[in-house]
């Protein structure tokens, strides 16, 4: 049940949900003046946007951890080939780490919602 605040009643009763963020956590929106610019070119490669986005009509790529040694800070680039492809429906409440794209400009970094992959690392135990 979520309460009037957003908070369920678990959330509510639990002190570890500190609902006050300290007012420095997030820094100022602050719009800068811009001028349109020229669209460079960018070389396409494994990080471009260009290869890591899918389309919306795409299959979107789900790998299974679960049972494979996998170091994300160094098996991330061959990912494709280190994981195994995860069959079927992902369980509910299972533990997933969900790869995004997200890049930088000149100007700006970015963070997409733009889902490139999905790596199931743990799936919740059958109870009897």
Known sequence: MISPEGASAAESSDTRFNKNAPSDMFSPIIPKKSTPSKAKARPSGPGT??????????????????????????????????????????????????????GTTERVTHLGCNVVWVVVCGTPTLRK
């Open 49 to 102: 946007p260009s290869k890591t986005l899918l389309a919306y009509n795409e299959h979107l790529p789900v790998y299974d951890a679960r049972k494979t040694p996998f170091d994300f800070e160094f098996d991330l680039p061959r990912i494709s080939t280190l994981l195994p492809s995860f069959t079927g429906e992902i369980p509910f409440s299972s533990f997933v780490v969900v790869g995004i794209y997200g």
